[in-house]
């Protein structure tokens, strides 16, 4: 929101500089972005008149001119096309520097001698463009300074509006926070709305779409001159950055900044039969707007329409077949006040933000639309010569009763830790216009002002008073805390050590955002019933890559590995730690779960110090060496790694691997499909790993026990057994470990052979098993044993034999 300080001072009077001004809206929670000096460098530039103009005798697009500065006589060479005898204009005289930083000299043009320059507004800074001299009022005094003749003497201030602030989007809310701080009442244009009937005899106003429009204000001005506007009002536009175009136009949007009300002015001869017909945009329906796009609308779009057409897109912007041209005698003006969340998807949905919809995106006062309407009447009447046709039409179809709120003075001095008395809150909160009404000795009645659409709890006004009285008024203390061992989440406590367990592997972590492209599903090729397909839907996405709720990690860390892999780093670890989402039926709120996903690609160990592979790719053993490093440091015991049944769309169905724990599946991993990354543009190896956190989060996980070193030494003995070639390794070594062989301390397999001397459908399986007792040294009988009760544990449940070597 921009405004100056002369302007802000028509409406609350304050004897502040423009600095301490500044300070002053940054306390009251008004976050200040710029605070200008207008116009500067324009202090010697004077005002002249054009005595007379000739034909420069030696260049056709050049005239001599004769002006007059003051009583002084000046001979100036000018190329404006717009110069005539008679108009007053600026003049920068020798010596004088322009705001390009140009010195004007005395000087010969074409053989003529040059008294200075006469200036256009686009040379002194005052507007963008310009297409000759800037043609200045007759009531700026010949000779006087530009700057006091023109009162560019200014300061432009810019605030960065919350978006629960919406009251602040005008010079008027502006001018009751400063009213606020220095107890001055503000000086509104308009202080009483006009009663307006609900029909007119001259047209007509139908609200199809009441939830979308609430309330429907408009008049009806007749013998308008359009025409370009007064200095004044030309001079506060072009201060806050907006072109003036004509007196209408710029009426309006004057009185947008003045009020927050936005306004659309009607060409009345282009309405067809004189109706205004207010209603949802048809499916593909289009319209041209002020633009000059046409623009293709959905059915949940508001539009302005007359009788044959749409002629306004609702609360954003204008259609170019009721515009007001120069040829314009009769101006329909409407002011209505539109649902905020309709005007927020339409604006949205067409990527077309205007001044407009800014304001009624973030809701504006539905009062003040008859106050705003009545201002703009009178100024178009005053600058235009308009005549009002009648008294116009009000359509209100329901604006809500003002809320109540009890607010007690206990709780306000509780909360602030100050000791105010309940009439000094009701008369901070009287300064910037909400009214409390005294229920009892604590307890104050207060009904909400429908410009503060931000004020719905006790909590909210206590902040009012806090803001108001001033933060720095309120000393600092310190609260009586408790001392008290904080506890924290499980889920948040092995999150934690998960990731520190990642990193330490050499794993980089990463973060994405929780919402993706719904185009996912298709890339991975999930079939048409996947419960992975289930996404939810975003109503209003950030961008079109991101409208639907993440159902797996997978895509993200694929994007991660593209992103990299285009800018020539070509080994990559990561992982992410994140939520997925489902729809849960009979809940408003979607199921969520936490999950851990991984991809590698490349070389493993690039980039971290402390780990070295060599110059090996990645393959499925590097991932289950890290599944195991995660259990074994998580504390968790018993988990199954077997090759999947059906492993996913996505990936390679000869390497994919799923870990199984006693109480359920805890994911898989392995190589992701060739045709999944050509998908994405990758064209390297990936591996990805995708665990299930939740189901760890209830596990019962062994905390670490200090056991002494046993004095008595180990012994490992190999073993190699051919059985049949369905059988996996792994589950082997499980059913021996299930057995609690006295003595046998853990059992690894250390090779799989399939060839010579190998029986067709068979395998041979070596393990190497490792002996302890903690209570004596183990001799060859003694292991022996034990080793030929595994051999036949091993021959007897897998139909296995020992292998002759």
């Given at each position: 929101m921009k405004f100056t300080v002369n302007w802000l001072k028509k409406y609350v009077d304050f004897d502040l500089s423009a600095g301490a001004l500044a300070d002053r809206l940054t306390m009251l929670g008004l976050e200040v972005d710029a605070v200008q000096s207008l116009y500067p460098g324009l202090e010697h530039i004077k005002v002249a008149r054009i005595v007379s103009v000739e034909k420069h005798p030696n260049a056709d697009k050049l005239s001599l001119c004769d002006v007059m500065v003051g009583e002084e006589q000046k001979r100036i060479v000018c190329g404006a096309p717009n110069v005539r005898a008679g108009m007053l204009a600026p003049i920068a005289l020798p010596g004088c520097q322009m705001p390009s930083g140009l010195l004007i000299k005395k000087s010969k043009i074409r053989g003529e001698t040059s008294e200075g320059m006469l200036c256009s507004g686009a040379e002194l800074g005052i507007v963008s463009d310009s297409a000759g001299l800037m043609d200045l009022p007759e009531s700026c005094h010949c000779g006087a300074s530009l700057t006091a003749a023109l009162d560019l003497a200014d300061t432009m201030i810019e605030v960065d509006i919350t978006p629960n602030r919406a009251?602040?989007?005008?010079?008027?809310?502006?001018?009751?926070?400063?009213?606020?701080?220095?107890g001055n009442?503000?000086?509104?244009?308009?202080?009483?709305?006009?009663?307006?009937?609900a029909t007119s005899s001259n047209f007509s106003v139908e609200i199809l779409a009441p939830d979308a429009c609430p309330r429907y204000a408009a008049r009806l001005l007749k013998n308008v001159k359009i025409g370009p506007s007064p200095w004044w009002l030309k001079r506060l536009l072009l201060a806050v950055g907006l072109r003036p175009i004509n007196n209408v136009v710029d009426i309006t949007n004057f009185v947008m900044l003045e009020y927050g009300q936005p306004l659309h002015a009607f060409d009345f001869a282009k309405i067809g039969e004189g109706r205004i017909v207010v209603r949802k945009a048809q499916p593909a329906e289009t319209i041209s707007t002020l633009d000059g796009t046409e623009r293709t609308l959905t059915d949940e779009m508001l539009l302005i329409c007359d009788a044959k057409k749409a002629i306004a897109i609702a609360g954003v912007m204008g259609g170019e077949n009721s515009e007001v041209t120069a040829q314009t005698t009769e101006v329909l003006l409407e002011s209505a006040y539109f649902a905020p969340t309709s005007i927020r998807r339409t604006s949205r949905a067409l990527k077309l933000s205007t001044d407009a919809s800014y304001r009624f995106e973030r809701g504006i006062d539905p009062q003040g639309t008859l106050l705003a309407l009545e201002r703009a009447a009178k100024l178009i009447v005053e600058c235009c010569g308009a005549e009002f046709v009648d008294d116009g039409v009000d359509c209100n179809h329901g604006i809500a009763e003002p809320a109540l709120i009890h607010l007690r003075a206990s709780q306000t001095c509780k909360r602030l830790g100050t000791s105010l008395t309940i009439e000094e809150i009701a008369s901070l909160l009287a300064r910037i216009g909400i009214t409390a009404a005294r229920l009892d000795a604590d307890t104050l009645q207060v009904t909400v002002p429908s410009f503060r659409i931000d004020l719905?709890?006790?909590?909210?006004?206590?902040?009012?008073?806090?803001?108001?009285?001033?933060?720095?008024?309120?000393h600092p203390t310190l609260p009586a805390v408790p001392m008290?061992?904080?506890?924290?989440?499980?889920?948040?406590?092995?999150?934690?050590?998960?990731?520190?367990?990642?990193?330490?592997?050499?794993?980089?972590?990463?973060?994405?955002?929780?919402?993706?492209?719904?185009?996912?599903s298709s890339m991975l090729g999930l079939a048409a019933d996947d419960p992975l397909r289930e996404q939810i839907t975003i109503v209003n996405p950030l961008a079109d890559d991101q409208g639907v709720m993440r159902t797996m990690l997978l895509p993200g860390l694929l994007e991660n590995i593209r992103?990299?892999?285009?800018?020539?780093?070509?080994?990559i670890s990561l992982f992410e730690i994140g939520k997925v989402f489902w729809p849960h039926t009979g809940h408003e709120l979607p199921r969520e779960a936490i999950r851990l996903g991984a991809v590698f690609s490349g070389r493993p160990g690039i980039g971290s110090p402390m780990l070295h592979y060599g110059d090996r790719a990645f393959d499925i053993y590097d991932l289950k060496g890290v599944a195991e490093v995660l259990l074994s440091q998580l504390g968790i015991k018993g988990a199954q790694f077997c090759k999947a049944d059906s492993a996913p769309s996505y990936a390679d169905q000869d390497e994919w691997l799923t870990v199984t724990l006693p109480t359920g599946q805890l994911g898989s991993f392995g190589k992701l499909a060739q045709s999944t990354l050509k998908e994405f543009g990758i064209k390297q190896a990936v591996y990805s790993m995708d665990f299930d956190l939740d189901l760890l989060t209830t596990l019962a996980i062994?905390?670490?026990?200090?056991?002494?070193?046993?004095?008595?030494?180990?012994?490992?003995?190999?073993l190699a057994v051919l059985v049949p070639e369905e059988t996996g390794a792994g589950t082997i070594l499980q059913a021996i470990m299930a057995k609690n062989f006295p003595l046998?301390?853990?059992v690894e397999i250390f090779d799989v052979y399939r060839g010579q001397n190998i029986s067709a459908g068979m395998k041979s399986v070596a393990l190497s098993i490792t002996y302890h007792s903690d209570e004596k040294t183990l001799d060859d009988k003694v292991v022996g044993h034990v080793h030929e009760q595994v051999v036949e544990l091993i021959c007897t449940l897998f139909k296995g034999q020992l292998r002759e070597v």
């Amino acid at each position: 929101m921009k405004f100056t300080v002369n302007w802000l001072k028509k409406y609350v009077d304050f004897d502040l500089s423009a600095g301490a001004l500044a300070d002053r809206l940054t306390m009251l929670g008004l976050e200040v972005d710029a605070v200008q000096s207008l116009y500067p460098g324009l202090e010697h530039i004077k005002v002249a008149r054009i005595v007379s103009v000739e034909k420069h005798p030696n260049a056709d697009k050049l005239s001599l001119c004769d002006v007059m500065v003051g009583e002084e006589q000046k001979r100036i060479v000018c190329g404006a096309p717009n110069v005539r005898a008679g108009m007053l204009a600026p003049i920068a005289l020798p010596g004088c520097q322009m705001p390009s930083g140009l010195l004007i000299k005395k000087s010969k043009i074409r053989g003529e001698t040059s008294e200075g320059m006469l200036c256009s507004g686009a040379e002194l800074g005052i507007v963008s463009d310009s297409a000759g001299l800037m043609d200045l009022p007759e009531s700026c005094h010949c000779g006087a300074s530009l700057t006091a003749a023109l009162d560019l003497a200014d300061t432009m201030i810019e605030v960065d509006i919350t978006p629960n602030r919406a009251d602040c989007t005008s010079l008027l809310g502006i001018a009751r926070e400063v009213g606020g701080v220095t107890g001055n009442p503000i000086k509104p244009p308009v202080e009483t709305p006009p009663i307006l009937p609900a029909t007119s005899s001259n047209f007509s106003v139908e609200i199809l779409a009441p939830d979308a429009c609430p309330r429907y204000a408009a008049r009806l001005l007749k013998n308008v001159k359009i025409g370009p506007s007064p200095w004044w009002l030309k001079r506060l536009l072009l201060a806050v950055g907006l072109r003036p175009i004509n007196n209408v136009v710029d009426i309006t949007n004057f009185v947008m900044l003045e009020y927050g009300q936005p306004l659309h002015a009607f060409d009345f001869a282009k309405i067809g039969e004189g109706r205004i017909v207010v209603r949802k945009a048809q499916p593909a329906e289009t319209i041209s707007t002020l633009d000059g796009t046409e623009r293709t609308l959905t059915d949940e779009m508001l539009l302005i329409c007359d009788a044959k057409k749409a002629i306004a897109i609702a609360g954003v912007m204008g259609g170019e077949n009721s515009e007001v041209t120069a040829q314009t005698t009769e101006v329909l003006l409407e002011s209505a006040y539109f649902a905020p969340t309709s005007i927020r998807r339409t604006s949205r949905a067409l990527k077309l933000s205007t001044d407009a919809s800014y304001r009624f995106e973030r809701g504006i006062d539905p009062q003040g639309t008859l106050l705003a309407l009545e201002r703009a009447a009178k100024l178009i009447v005053e600058c235009c010569g308009a005549e009002f046709v009648d008294d116009g039409v009000d359509c209100n179809h329901g604006i809500a009763e003002p809320a109540l709120i009890h607010l007690r003075a206990s709780q306000t001095c509780k909360r602030l830790g100050t000791s105010l008395t309940i009439e000094e809150i009701a008369s901070l909160l009287a300064r910037i216009g909400i009214t409390a009404a005294r229920l009892d000795a604590d307890t104050l009645q207060v009904t909400v002002p429908s410009f503060r659409i931000d004020l719905e709890r006790e909590i909210d006004l206590i902040e009012e008073v806090a803001r108001l009285k001033g933060y720095n008024e309120i000393h600092p203390t310190l609260p009586a805390v408790p001392m008290s061992l904080s506890c924290q989440e499980p889920s948040f406590i092995l999150r934690r050590k998960v990731a520190n367990i990642m990193v330490a592997l050499g794993v980089f972590e990463a973060i994405n955002y929780s919402f993706n492209a719904a185009r996912y599903s298709s890339m991975l090729g999930l079939a048409a019933d996947d419960p992975l397909r289930e996404q939810i839907t975003i109503v209003n996405p950030l961008a079109d890559d991101q409208g639907v709720m993440r159902t797996m990690l997978l895509p993200g860390l694929l994007e991660n590995i593209r992103h990299n892999l285009n800018r020539q780093t070509n080994d990559i670890s990561l992982f992410e730690i994140g939520k997925v989402f489902w729809p849960h039926t009979g809940h408003e709120l979607p199921r969520e779960a936490i999950r851990l996903g991984a991809v590698f690609s490349g070389r493993p160990g690039i980039g971290s110090p402390m780990l070295h592979y060599g110059d090996r790719a990645f393959d499925i053993y590097d991932l289950k060496g890290v599944a195991e490093v995660l259990l074994s440091q998580l504390g968790i015991k018993g988990a199954q790694f077997c090759k999947a049944d059906s492993a996913p769309s996505y990936a390679d169905q000869d390497e994919w691997l799923t870990v199984t724990l006693p109480t359920g599946q805890l994911g898989s991993f392995g190589k992701l499909a060739q045709s999944t990354l050509k998908e994405f543009g990758i064209k390297q190896a990936v591996y990805s790993m995708d665990f299930d956190l939740d189901l760890l989060t209830t596990l019962a996980i062994d905390k670490p026990l200090f056991t002494p070193l046993s004095k008595f030494p180990s012994v490992s003995w190999d073993l190699a057994v051919l059985v049949p070639e369905e059988t996996g390794a792994g589950t082997i070594l499980q059913a021996i470990m299930a057995k609690n062989f006295p003595l046998v301390d853990h059992v690894e397999i250390f090779d799989v052979y399939r060839g010579q001397n190998i029986s067709a459908g068979m395998k041979s399986v070596a393990l190497s098993i490792t002996y302890h007792s903690d209570e004596k040294t183990l001799d060859d009988k003694v292991v022996g044993h034990v080793h030929e009760q595994v051999v036949e544990l091993i021959c007897t449940l897998f139909k296995g034999q020992l292998r002759e070597v």
